[in-house]
């Protein structure tokens, strides 16, 4: 089956650094990628939609000056976390949509990244 | 605009018991409906999802969830669990528009114990 894969599992930095995340299709080209957000004990609130070779779409009250999205190829989506502060703690998660399938497809997610800004 | 509500944040049940899970949702415009389990530190797997069609859905792992439409739910049942079932559960609505977005519900923990 369609595999996505996130990079790192997880990461601690320090308030005022920037953190870059990956997110990878493994065996699939992926036009579509989603970053998600996920509080603890919460929903997961879509970020950012990311097509390949153009700008990424950002959900309302997402700041795309501190979240950085690239998606260079059909492969490879980053999410940068700019100039990181405790509040952006949180659990990212990435999703791929599979290349050429209908908009009602399946999503495939990656495992999640959890990042602790101290 | 859509949205998702499960009304249950935890269901405990026991080993081979029946399950359901709810979801409600609101829309004004045609949904798809989708089902997600997130086992402990992993990504979101579909379990089943509602196009068109039958309004009985099966899914993996014997899960199987039945649209209803005048009720605004799609609540997911299982008739025997597992121990290995422990998991966070999600509902999720999309409205199919051209980026197919998902909105997801708060999630349900169900914990299976034997």
């Known amino acids: 089956g369609a595999v996505v894969s996130q990079h790192p599992s997880w990461v601690i930095c320090k308030s005022g650094t920037s953190v870059k995340i990956e997110c990878r299709s493994l065996?699939?080209?992926?036009?579509?990628m989603f970053w998600y957000r996920q509080f603890p004990k919460q929903s997961l609130m879509l970020m950012a939609t990311s097509n390949e070779g153009s700008k990424a779409t950002y959900e309302q009250g997402v700041e795309k000056d501190k979240f950085l999205i690239n998606h260079a190829s059909l492969t490879l989506s980053t999410l940068t976390v700019t100039s990181a502060h405790p509040e952006d703690s949180s659990f990212y998660i990435c999703?791929?949509?599979?290349?050429?399938?209908?908009?009602?497809?399946?999503?495939?997610f990656g495992p999640g990244t959890r990042l602790t800004v101290l | 605009a859509q949205s998702v509500t499960q009304l249950d944040s935890q269901v405990p049940v026991f080993e081979e018991a029946p399950v359901e899970l709810r979801c409600n949702y609101s829309?004004?415009?045609?949904?798809?409906l989708f089902w997600y389990v997130q086992y402990p530190n992993q990504g979101l797997q579909l379990l089943l999802k509602y196009l068109s069609g039958s309004t009985l859905v099966k899914g993996i792992n014997g899960f199987e969830a039945e649209f209803n439409k005048s009720q605004t739910s799609f609540h997911l049942r299982k008739p025997s669990v597992h121990i290995s079932d422990t998991a966070e559960y999600f509902c999720?609505?999309?409205?199919?528009?051209?980026?197919?977005?998902?909105?997801f519900g708060k999630g349900t923990k169900l914990s299976v114990k034997p």
């Open positions: 829309s004004s415009v045609s949904v798809y």
């Open positions: 065996d699939f080209q992926a036009t579509t």
């Open positions: 999703s791929a949509r599979v290349r050429s399938q209908s908009y009602t497809d399946t999503q495939y």
């Open positions: 999720a609505v999309s409205d199919g528009g051209s980026q197919g977005n998902l909105i």
